[in-house]
């Protein structure tokens, strides 16, 4: 195909479908990291809009977009870790951190030389993306709590705990574009589709 040298990081991108979360918990429904990568992007694109139209921000929304699009893909070569054990110590912390650079500079040598400066950026967000990034984690955090209560609505006591603890931990951001959407979006979430409608 073209002479070009064959390139495995797509491929290796679509198996994002094949990672499993929650594996400690039972689950009623799995999620795999590729839809919960769409629904963190959505949710952290959201979140920028809010914090600029509302409390003065000046995020650039796309960028938050684009960082959650990518933000769980070196995860094709880690596997899920589950946050218990992720941040169970300070040591544990560094060195799955540690992990996670390995595994999203290996996704980078998979592209082709002429597109590596436009994805490193992406994979390794530097200092200048701080802000951007805290936007993104507090979307997960978000995504967690959502799929708590889809694991709750649906009698799964399993999820109980977590529910208490990340909705703590979501209080604790003390960011106000999140309590905007907790208080306007996320109420929507335990009704069901009859009660929408």
């Excluded at 992406?122 to 936007?135: A, N, T």
């Excluded at 709750?152 to 951001?173: P, Q, V, W």
């Amino acid at each position: 195909m073209g002479g070009w040298k064959l390139s495995h990081f797509f491929a290796y991108l679509a198996r994002m479908k094949f990672i499993q979360r929650w594996g400690l918990m039972r689950n009623v429904r799995q999620e795999n990291i590729q839809e919960h990568s769409l629904q963190t992007a959505m949710i952290a694109h959201n979140l920028a809009l809010i914090r600029n139209k509302f409390f003065g921000g000046n995020v650039d929304p796309l960028r938050v977009l684009l960082l959650a699009v990518y933000h769980e893909a070196g995860e094709v070569i880690t596997g899920d870790l589950a946050t218990p054990i992720k941040y169970f110590n300070p040591e544990i912390k560094k060195a799955y951190k540690d992990i996670e650079k390995v595994a999203n500079s290996r996704l980078l040598a998979m592209l082709p030389e002429q597109l590596k400066s436009d994805y490193e950026s992406i994979l390794m967000p530097g200092p200048e993306d701080e802000e951007h990034w805290k936007i993104v984690k507090a979307a997960d955090k978000i995504c967690a709590y959502l799929k708590c209560i889809e694991e709750l609505k649906a009698g799964n006591l399993e999820f109980s705990k977590a529910e208490k603890t990340i909705h703590r931990d979501l209080n604790s951001l003390n960011r106000p574009e999140v309590e905007y959407f907790m208080d306007k979006f996320l109420p929507s979430f335990y009704l069901t589709l009859d009660e929408l409608n």
